[in-house]
């Protein structure tokens, strides 16, 4: 990352600014220092159209029979077998397959009568991304980022208006947020955009903005995929008007 003469030296320490620094000269050239970037912001860089679009030019196969999957299933149970253990192995199918999450069999069966979903936005990379200013300007002028979103006919059943303030609550958190009542979203549902919701001071740009989806997921087994530990980006809520 950091490139000679930017190095930094095992013994000697630095501050963030210095680190930032070495970064950006070493990326960039000397003449782009930390300060010319607090200076001027941004740094526009070219790209043509396949830097953009890469997909339809990339050659590559994706594989869609996991055969693999099966052998590592067979010795997992054998190793949780001698464990004296219990371990789900389900998921552990050569095809691509349909499993209801846990939150799939509870929505409904009490007053948690809505399943909250996570998912990406385009123009938000990693859970930094609405720090950047230009990228929280983008958030904060687009009405679906920092809501959670509803289905319109769902929102008017339970009393709430559009851009109102709600409660939403899971079995193990709440958090207050804003609400965008809409028709691109099933009426069970309520969308909700990541990564946001920080609370740190050192990020003061976008602290307290949005929702953090993480905290209102149970951790435990029920909630987790058993091949690669994540948990579940779904979850029983409920939703009152704030």
């Known amino acids: 990352m950091i490139k000679d003469p930017h190095r930094l030296e095992p013994h000697q320490s630095y501050s963030i ?33 396949e830097e953009c ?14 055969e693999h999957y099966i052998t590592r299933g067979r010795q997992l149970g054998e190793v949780v077998k001698k464990m004296g253990r219990s371990w789900d192995l389900s998921d552990y199918q050569a ?11 509870t929505v409904g069966k009490s007053d948690y009568d809505l399943i909250a979903v996570h998912y990406k936005l385009a123009f938000i990379y990693g859970h930094y991304g609405n720090e950047n200013p230009l990228i929280d300007e983008i958030c904060e002028q687009n009405p679906y980022t920092y809501s959670v979103l509803m289905n319109t006919e769902t929102g008017r059943k339970k009393g709430l208006r559009d851009g109102g303030e709600v409660w939403l609550e899971s079995r193990v958190a709440r958090t207050k947020a804003r609400v965008k009542l809409t028709e691109c979203i099933h009426p069970e549902v309520v969308g909700i955009a990541g990564h946001f919701g920080h609370w740190s001071k050192g990020m003061p740009q976008s602290r307290g903005k949005g929702v953090a ?7 435990d087994l029920d909630h987790m995929d058993m091949i690669s530990t994540a948990i579940d980006h779904c979850v029983a809520v409920k939703v009152s008007r704030a």
């Open 213 to 219: 989806f993480n905290s209102l997921m149970p951790y």
């Open 17 to 49: 600014k210095e680190i930032h620094d070495r970064i950006a000269r070493s990326w960039f050239g000397e003449e782009k220092s930390l300060a010319w970037f607090q200076e001027n912001g941004v740094l526009p860089i070219p790209r043509d159209v």
């Open 53 to 66: 679009y890469p997909g339809p030019s990339m050659e590559a196969r994706i594989p869609i029979y996991l």
């Open 95 to 105: 095809l691509p397959a349909w499993m209801p999450c846990e939150s799939f069999h």
